[in-house]
């Protein structure tokens, strides 16, 4: 317990939580478009530039196991996803689908909360994770949306969603970044890191105001969806980030890397994806995929998820 | 008096996922200009991802009646089972170029 | 030949802090929907706060001549005296969703 | 029923350096206020200028027939040549002011 | 006076001047509107968190008398504004609640100024002065808009603008902040310090910029204002800022804090107060009370207002 | 050739090419105009405040040959660039008049990137090289319009085009920044280099990903614009730069600063210039100016020019 409110008690989490009662209590707090997106175009850089700069002093040879158990992530969670909403959530195959690609990505926002709950403790942590971010990425929504494929309900474009999801700019700014880190590696990377490493977390404060803000809106939703998805929005995470918790410990992650890839396989994507989606499956109602992954999983992860998944990987490191 | 053309209007209001697919359809159909606006709005719909993605786009394209009767049947035909889509049409006067440039 | 609707488009040219205000009023006299642009503006006022505050805001909305007719009243009534706004209305021919939903 | 004026809304649709030139153009010839609109947007020209330094600028103005015909005419001359303008003009009803605030 | 150049001759002061130079020559430069409503932000979350930070830290009896003090000044100041504004400036009931509730409130950049100004002379100040802006901030508006509701002149939405006044922005980032600030305390805000922190006071050059832009506007309108309320607009800063230092000093804060809270006191809101008043009191003339607080009183305070204040508290501050 | 690579492998190159490469795959990045305006007044006015602090450290007499120098730089290059565009790149009165308006003034990122390439090798540079910046950006505006209105095609209004020049917002915020860099001095900037010189490098990463999708999209417009220009888009910079180098190390600017000075003559502006050329020359078809000074000439300086430039600086100045 103690554990818990220690990871709410942070300022980038408050002002997730301050963005949300200023939509509650319909104050005219906003943050301008184009701030949001200089801000996601930023993070998203940062992100890349930090990991690539440790890919620069990993060995190769460390990276395969993690990075195929990664990928195996990004195909069983839309999977999984795809299932437990079509039997327990009853959706229609089309929005089923549409949910399962949020599920088979990842929030990166979540990413970072981990990485950060993880320091706060003292555990080291693997520099590449942020690589596997981007691993993480797009798999889970091309699983998820070949079941609508197959299933003849996707009445919209594949190849403009998949140029969508592959061209999109969070993709192209963290594989962009990863190269960038990677080439210049750590020390040139020295004169960029007042602006890019030591700013970052005060710039994620400004990011999380606006993320509560749209998730305060899509939480006024929720009652629409019905419990039934309510209650799918706070299972599904438990089950992907147990998958990932453990799948991070057999691939030899630290237990701090094991909880943030837990928290990434449990994470449901709110940016890659839900653009993908809208392409390719525009008979989806938005409705159920942006409030569950914005307005239920993500502060579900945010204040439950991810405590929970730095416990299990500590427990369960202890066995292996 | 100024020499001037009647034609027809047509305004085209919509998510911005469908901003290029657009573009190019009016191309296509005759229209030899567009102009884009960035718009917020409200409709007949209920949540949209568009809240999550942002604003609508409204493109305005001035072409003839006969371009025009095209352009709104496709956008209908195309757009408005499964999106946020409305299209309407107005009478212009556009001036000729040519009268100066010539 | 594409269904349209003959249809009247009231445009309202507003400051910033009418912005809620305006919208349920429309929506309360029987509009549907509205399509909102940030603009600038000039008009017969002097000094407005909205310099300070920053741009105008120009309200589209496609309703019947009877509601177009309640909500330029309304409008004018409520706001003309010590708001800068204006109101003009335009006919239009909207493309009927049915024909291509059904 | 609402008092309204009918009047002309002309709509210049040009680059943003003429930003100011046109306001003054417009305002000399005789409107009495103006509403500017950041569009983008495609024409009958190649690349121009504007891509790089930014959006378009579109202005309405609520005018008078005649004044209507001389704004046009004076951008016609003017900029037709060597800039990126497009011009047109439709017909609106406006709400009359005085009726509201007198 | 070398006090007084010392005090102008600072960033801060001079991005100002540029601002209000680059108008003059008609320059085409403008912060784009997103940029000054991200920045406002930024301020605003920066001035709160570091007072809320403080407030963990200070003994809530500290707090009772600067914080008793502060409310007064909020309850006075509009009730002065508004009878000096009707008896020598002439306005009418509506312009001069107008012009009073602007007066009432606080103007966060001349409190910012003001503690620069402090800092430079080396003089300690009360970390929980950011708290006490919270406080004067909302009540002198509500003050000032009674006296038009009493008058019946106040035709718009009292409702509306008591909403607006309460869940504007920055009331909501300034409490907001305060609150996270307080709850985080001093070290779980140490990985947000150099972007809230330690850029500080550049980002509030940029703002500054736009600030001049604005009140350059607004000077060229000042003629118009009449060489009454241009006089006024000086006299009442004093007035106000003496009240404040002198209070300041009987509540027990330092000669530095009394002096900020004078430039407090002295100042006139720009940012809360319009966006209220053009609700509640929408016949009211805005050149009135814009030309006024950014026009006249924020230049003055800036210029000759501050280092007066700060000369007097430490004059007063010998007598007690 | 190492020298060359290792100029390549920057953060601040390598964004560059991130943008040319989104542009490529027609990705949905884009900075946000906003914030790409916002950037750049941030980049100017701390390039000037780092201009003018150096400016109060330096003696006066230390600048008149420097600054003589890179005014006849401004002189010359628009020359030679009317007369190679008229003679060898066969363009029109008006269309050359427009390119050299732009060869003659000086893109403030190429500048910049010059900098941090004399930097990385670890030789000193003239701290009063942001002064010369000023300098160099208008006159070779002004010169290269002369020859448009001498031959009489200049039907833009030319008053109208000479107050965009000097009231532009590059020149306010390069020339203010200068003023209150050079009024605070060293010392009373200290609280703003967080904001204005630590961060400085990293804000670049994020501007010059704009201008490399603004530069991607005038790439694919390069073939038309014919292999002539191509070349000469190439040519022209090493020409000026050759010069500039020489007329640096002549007025005995050091290696370093000598091949900044060649870096700035050799480059063709992209902000400053193409808001004035259009409003004076309004025939020209910017499809040739806008091509070869951001498609062409800016990344060919950033990959071969500035190396060039130094290696040159260098071994010219051992003979003198
Ligand atoms: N009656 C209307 N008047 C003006 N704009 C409308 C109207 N109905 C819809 N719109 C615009 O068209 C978009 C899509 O409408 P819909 O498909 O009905 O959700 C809305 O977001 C509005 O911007
Ligand atoms: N004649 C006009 N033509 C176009 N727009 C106008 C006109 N008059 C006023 N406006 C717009 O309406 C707003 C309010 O006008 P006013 O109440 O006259 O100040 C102005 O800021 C303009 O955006
Ligand atoms: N047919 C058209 N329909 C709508 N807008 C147009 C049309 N043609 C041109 N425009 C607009 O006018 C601007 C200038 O056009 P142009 O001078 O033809 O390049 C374009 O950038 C468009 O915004
Ligand atoms: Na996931
Ligand atoms: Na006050
Ligand atoms: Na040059």
């Known amino acids: 317990m103690n554990a818990l409110t220690d990871n709410l008690i942070s300022p980038v989490v408050l002002c997730f939580v301050l963005g949300i009662a200023a939509r509650w209590i319909k104050s005219d707090l906003a943050v301008p478009e184009p701030l949001y997106q200089g801000l996601s175009i930023y993070l998203l850089l940062a992100i890349g530039l930090k990991g690539g700069s440790a890919l620069a002093v990993t060995p190769g040879g460390d990276l395969i196991l993690p990075g195929a158990v990664t990928l195996a992530l990004g195909i069983i969670t839309p999977v999984s996803a795809f299932f437990l909403m079509r039997r327990c959530g009853r959706l229609g195959v089309e929005d089923a689908a549409a949910v399962a690609a949020h599920y088979g990505s990842v929030s990166v926002v979540t990413f970072l909360a981990a990485v950060e709950a993880v320091k706060r403790t003292g555990v080291e942590l693997e520099g590449f994770l942020p690589a596997l971010v981007a691993v993480l990425e797009v798999p889970g929504i091309i699983v998820a949306l070949l079941f609508a494929n197959q299933a003849g309900t996707g009445k919209g474009s594949w190849k403009k969603a998949l140029h969508e999801v592959v061209t999109g700019k969070s993709i192209v700014l963290l594989l962009g970044g990863l190269l960038i880190g990677w080439a210049c590696g750590p020390q040139k990377l020295e004169d960029v890191q007042p602006f890019f490493a030591t700013a970052f977390k005060g710039a994620l404060c400004i990011f999380m105001i606006e993320l509560g803000l749209a998730a305060g809106k899509r939480l006024r939703d929720a009652g629409r969806a019905g419990l039934r998805l309510l209650i799918l929005g706070c299972i599904i995470p438990v089950l992907h980030g147990v998958l990932g918790v453990s799948a991070g410990l057999l691939a030899g992650l630290s237990p701090g890397g094991a909880a943030v890839l837990g928290a990434m396989a449990g994470s449901a994507s709110y940016i890659a994806a839900p653009a993908a989606v809208r392409v390719a499956l525009p008979g989806a109602n938005p409705a159920y995929y942006l409030t569950l992954a914005l307005g239920i999983t993500f502060p579900f992860n945010l204040a439950f998820g991810i405590p929970l998944f730095q416990t299990l990987a500590n427990h369960f490191s202890l066995w292996l | ?102």
């Open chain 2, 1 to 102: 008096m100024a020499l001037r053309i009647p034609l027809r209007k047509v305004t085209i209001i919509a998510e911005r996922v469908l901003r290029d697919d657009l573009i190019t359809l009016i191309k296509e159909r005759g229209a030899s200009g567009w102009t884009l606006t960035m718009v917020e709005g409200e409709g007949s719909r209920g949540i949209r991802a568009s809240e999550w993605e942002g604003r609508n786009i409204q493109i305005d394209t001035l072409v003839s009646s006969e371009v025009a009767e095209t352009i709104m049947d496709e956008v209908g035909r195309r757009y408005f089972k499964d999106w946020s889509v409305i299209v309407y049409v107005a009478d212009v006067e556009v001036l000729r170029k040519d009268k100066y440039i010539g």
